[in-house]
């Protein structure tokens, strides 16, 4: 549908993240909560990156300990909260269009609170209260500890923000109770916040100072997570490859290639995947350690942005092109059966003609097994939109994105086909979208393969998958052996 409809193609991103607002609970997320129901109920939708899916576990487990219960019906509940994402408009209207809802079920069921957390709070702070006459709360992603006092004071009436952004929070301590979950797989946020300040984005001004979280918990989560049945997780952050934590005791410094190791051997059968990784930061430490345990999948979200040196510099991602094929190459030496994916930006301030071919051509060139790609949306208070004009017109923007999205298309096709005769060792996830006699997991390069069931296997279980076809965005494959 998106392929052939240039102006769909950019939102597709945001067309899956408002799909991914919608809410499951794992059965046993109650399991481990201690304080008994106040009988009270919230309702969660969480939008934009895998960081903001984790926080929404975080506040779960906040609001559970003070009696609140998770419900996957907003109409029953006492509380509707959303976390909120700012890195383009777009994913803003989709608040906004949510808050539209979200009001009309307060007109309905007066005495419904409604609370906006995460990037949009910060970016808007007090002025939601403003715009939005109906929010009660505004939280900003450092706050999530002042919900109680901040759900207390609605309660009474009160209307209340909370946007200070904080140098030490990580919520180590703090065990998530896992939303919307396969019981598979699960996220575990290992840092906050970002030092860097590429010039399109929001994020450093809306999460903060970048903080690394204490590795021992980090490993005791993961733990956990194995004993409660999953199978796999995925290190969060916004740039791993700068996670650096000290130990306060010893002065031992954990780099990110050390955490990696140390959530490998928590058990040969965890997966361990991570997201994202910048190009400036990767080190061969950290490929060595991925090639050197199997179950660390092989896979790397390594977002180049744009393909010319003169546009990342203006983007200030502070690599050029060649640093970044530098990358690219080592990667693919060190982890050769690793598979790449990007992140791509379409018609940045300034963008030449030449300077978007040569991100065409990246595309080609690095083998991407997928991208994630968007046209630049200018962010207020970002540097780009401080120093230089958002000047390609919109109709340019998107006709870049298309070429690059008809490009990533057919390398992610030619990459599926080469697939096909292999065998890959897959983490069953669950039923297939189409049918229940089929499963769905993902290989360790992070491709979807769809296979028949075979009696005895379940979610959780690894199955030998042999690939029999491909599309550019999922394998089809059957049970086999190595
Ligand atoms: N406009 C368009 N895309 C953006 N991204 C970040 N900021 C913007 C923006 N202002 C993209 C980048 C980033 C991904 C999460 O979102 O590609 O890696
Ligand atoms: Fe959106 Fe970025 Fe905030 Fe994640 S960190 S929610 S992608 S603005």
């Given at each position: 549908m998106y392929d052939n409809n240039p102006t769909l193609v950019g939102i597709k991103k945001e067309i899956d993240e408002a799909k991914q607002g919608q809410v499951f609970y794992?059965?046993?997320?109650?399991?481990?909560?201690e304080k008994p129901s106040n009988g009270k109920h919230f309702y969660i939708e969480s939008y934009g990156c895998q960081m903001n899916f984790s926080d929404s576990e975080i506040v779960a487990s906040i609001l559970s300990e003070v009696g609140y219960r998770p419900t996957r019906a907003m109409e029953e509940a006492d509380l509707i909260l959303v976390n909120t994402c700012s890195i383009r408009e777009k994913a803003e209207e989709t608040v906004r269009q949510r808050l539209r809802i979200f009001d009309k079920m307060k007109r309905q069921r007066p005495g419904t609170m409604v609370g906006v957390l995460g990037c949009m709070a910060e970016r808007l702070k007090a002025k939601f209260l403003e715009e939005e006459k109906l929010v009660d709360m505004v939280i900003g992603p450092d706050a999530y500890r002042d919900l109680p006092n901040l759900v207390a004071g609605a309660e009474e009436g009160e209307r209340g923000v909370n946007v200070l952004l904080s140098r030490e929070e990580t919520y180590a301590d703090i065990s998530p109770m896992r939303?919307?979950?396969?019981?598979?797989s699960a996220f575990i946020s290992i840092m906050r916040g970002?030092?860097?300040?590429?010039?399109?984005?929001v994020v450093p001004f809306t999460r903060g100072r970048e903080r690394s979280r204490d590795c021992f918990s980090i490993v005791s989560e993961a733990q956990d997570l194995y004993e409660r049945g999953y199978r796999e997780v995925t290190l969060l952050g916004q740039n791993v490859d700068s996670y650096r934590w000290e130990n306060p005791e010893t002065q031992e410094v954990v780099n990110f290639a050390n955490l990696l190791e140390m959530v490998a051997l928590v058990h040969p059968d965890m997966r361990v995947r991570f997201s994202t990784s910048h190009p400036k930061d990767i080190t061969d430490e950290v490929l060595h350690t991925i090639a050197r345990y199997e179950n660390i999948c092989k896979y790397i979200h390594l977002p180049v942005q744009s393909g010319n040196s003169v546009v990342l510099e203006r983007m200030n991602r502070t690599y050029d092109r060649e640093w970044y094929m530098e990358r690219v190459q080592a990667i693919y030496r060190i982890i050769p059966e690793c598979a790449i994916s990007s992140d791509i930006i379409a018609g940045?301030?300034?963008?030449?003609e030449h300077e978007h071919k040569e991100t065409v051509s990246m595309v080609e060139w690095a083998n991407y097994s997928m991208s994630y790609m968007f046209f630049y949306s200018e962010r207020p208070g970002t540097l780009a939109a401080r120093k230089y004009p958002d000047d390609v017109p919109m109709e340019v923007k998107k006709r870049r994105l298309q070429e690059i999205v008809d490009k990533q298309n057919e390398v992610s096709l030619r990459h599926n086909k080469a697939d096909i005769g292999k065998t890959f060792k897959v983490l069953i996830e669950g039923d297939s979208k189409k049918s229940d006699r089929q499963f769905k997991g993902r290989n360790s390069q992070n491709k979807m393969i769809v296979f028949p069931k075979v009696n005895g296997l379940k979610p959780g279980d690894y199955a030998w998958v042999k690939v029999t076809g491909a599309t550019s965005a999922t394998l089809m494959g059957e049970v086999s052996f190595p």
């Open positions: 794992d059965e046993k997320a109650l399991a481990n909560v939303l919307d979950s396969n019981g598979v970002c030092n860097n300040m590429c010039s399109f984005c940045f301030c300034g963008e030449l």
